[in-house]
């Protein structure tokens, strides 16, 4: 029987000095919304707010998708299920949806910075703010710095594993 995974409280993070944090839904969001960018235009353009939309959409159902995937499995291992614990649940993963802003924000001011009707500006940021959340959320668990820029690093490559996806399909 598998245990259900429990969001971390904060507070002092044991045998550490940092605060325990789960930045996790903040880092994965990041990537989730610098995929939806670079896959964005595969098929054919989207005007700005279309990509807007999706990034938000995308962002609430995959948010949605953890939320129920979390309390379906508390439902598993036999513990009962409250409207409390579904809304903390959805706490504790919203910055799956916060983290498609900050694209969002690029994809609608690109224009006015000379990007035009690109998503090139919104992609950067997305992988940009994926290896900061992950650089911070690993100092902020007490992690040195060397493994803390590791982990930044681990972000990065990833994020530009998406980036060279888009690039090799020709957008």
Not at 21 to 48: C, F, K, Q, W
Not at 71 to 88: D, I, L, P
Not at 108 to 114: D, T
């Amino acid at each position: 029987m598998s245990r259900s995974r429990t969001p971390a409280p904060p507070g002092p993070a044991p045998g550490g000095p940092g605060n325990r944090t789960d930045y996790a839904g903040a880092v994965y969001g990041s990537m989730l919304a610098a995929s939806v960018i670079a896959a964005s235009s595969v098929h054919e353009p989207h005007p700005r707010l279309s990509l807007i939309l999706l990034l938000v959409i995308t962002g609430i159902v995959f948010w949605a998708a953890h939320v129920y995937a979390h309390v379906a499995g508390q439902r598993e291992a036999g513990r009962r299920v409250t409207w409390g614990q579904v809304r903390e649940v959805g706490r504790h993963e919203w910055p799956l949806v916060e983290a498609s802003a900050l694209p969002a924000l690029a994809v609608l001011v690109s224009p006015w910075l000379g990007a035009g009707e690109n998503a090139w500006l919104a992609l950067g940021v997305a992988v940009a703010q994926q290896v900061a959340w992950a650089t911070l959320g690993a100092r902020r668990a007490g992690a040195a710095v060397g493994p803390a820029v590791v982990e930044g690093a681990v972000n990065l490559l990833l994020g530009l594993v998406i980036v060279a996806a888009k690039v090799a399909v020709g957008h």
